[in-house]
């Protein structure tokens, strides 16, 4: 793994002490993997999702993470421990526009919870990837769409109101608002807002 794939993605202020953004290298396939089962746990609250024969929820499109361009795998650490992931794609799945970007998933552990580090992080993957974004959040999760309400208005410094559609089946509440470029606080392995 290069000290590219390693360095952190922050600028300074822009994250709590002790947490770090990291860009998800090859190997971490399976860290990610693992957390993508906790993560669909947690979901199973709120969309009907079922173990598979082996006792795994499974997430076959991860690899894409590694092979497709348009794909940004995240760790997020907190004082050295895994506490999260977030996968970035490119292109919207609600309007079709190549060019938006989109939080494919996000999760933070819950212990790292109500602390402020899930809005800090989200944050600061808006401002490494600038330009127009939607965030998807099932209709059922309310604490989800609380969550994302909240982190999108901070950072917007505006209430960004979601719209209703309906994207693989579901119901679900779409925020849509634009990242202004911060080029000082791009890391040099990050694309540039396009």
Known sequence: MSSDEQRPLRSEGALPSGVEVLRAAPEQEPVLANMLELYVYDLSTFVDVHLRPDGRYHFPQLSQYWQQENRFPFLVRVDGHLAGFV???RGSLISGDPKVWDMAEFFIL????????????????????PGAWDVRVLETNQPAQAFWDAAISAFTRSRVEAVAAEQGGRRRRVFSFVSAEDEG???????PGR
Not at 186 to 191: L, Q, S, V
């Open 87 to 89: 996968l970035v794609s």
């Open 110 to 129: 819950r212990r790292f919870r109500r602390r402020g580090i899930g809005a800090a992080v989200a944050q600061e993957i808006w401002r490494r990837f």
């Open 185 to 191: 606080s791009r890391a040099m392995d990050e694309p």
